[in-house]
């Protein structure tokens, strides 16, 4: 087994093409993340953005609306915040969502993707490994966890979300892989 792990993580495995590090992993899941949602944008139909499957729960067009800063917002406060300016930050953020409309979205979440490579351009390993910081429900991470606990996870659970609502509503024909898997977008 040591030997199996040793030849992954060396220079000459075929299996991962690029070694990452901490950095580049983050950056690589979230980037995944954001163009599986895109991809699952293009396939809804026009007309099925105010589904949602009962009341109080978000529709396809809110969840769309999350969707745009659900990953940028937790990693501008941790590179740029305070815990005094935390709610004032996530506040605009969620008000300048209401902007975002179908017709606006994939801009919207390319503008996220180039925000959030600026911001952890300021960001290196012992930052990610060292800076402690305060999530939203007030637990203290070092900087890379708490991205992984919010940005990474509220991405793919809400890109799941969105996933099932229009299997539900729209397009019963998705298949699994639909959910998972990274498709250019031209």
């Known amino acids: 087994m040591t030997r199996f792990l040793n030849y992954i993580l060396s220079e000459n495995c075929l299996f991962l093409n690029i070694r990452m590090d901490f950095k580049a992993t983050i950056l690589t899941a979230i980037e995944r993340e954001i ?3 895109k991809r699952l944008f293009t396939l809804l139909p026009a007309g099925s953005y ?3 499957p009962f009341e109080n729960t978000r529709s396809i067009l809110e969840l769309l609306q999350y969707l ?3 990953a940028v917002s937790p990693i501008d406060f941790y590179v740029n915040g305070t815990l005094e300016t935390q709610i004032e930050m996530y506040s605009k953020y969620s008000k300048d ?3 975002v409309t179908p017709e606006n979205f994939l801009q919207k979440m390319d ?3 180039v925000k959030i490579q600026s911001l952890m351009e300021k960001v290196d390993i012992k930052m990610l490994e060292e800076k402690i910081v305060m999530v939203p429900w007030r637990e203290e991470f070092p900087m890379g966890m ?3 606990e919010t940005s990474i996870k509220w991405l793919t659970g809400y890109k799941m979300q969105l996933f099932l609502f ?3 509503s729209s ?3 998705l298949h699994t892989g639909d959910c998972w898997i990274t498709t250019d977008i031209e």
């Open 50 to 52: 105010d589904y949602k």
């Open 97 to 99: 969502s209401g902007k």
């Open 68 to 70: 745009s800063w659900v």
């Open 35 to 37: 163009n599986v949602c």
């Open 111 to 113: 503008e996220q993707w």
């Open 146 to 148: 708490a991205i992984t």
């Open 171 to 173: 397009n019963p024909g």
């Open 166 to 168: 229009m299997k539900m």
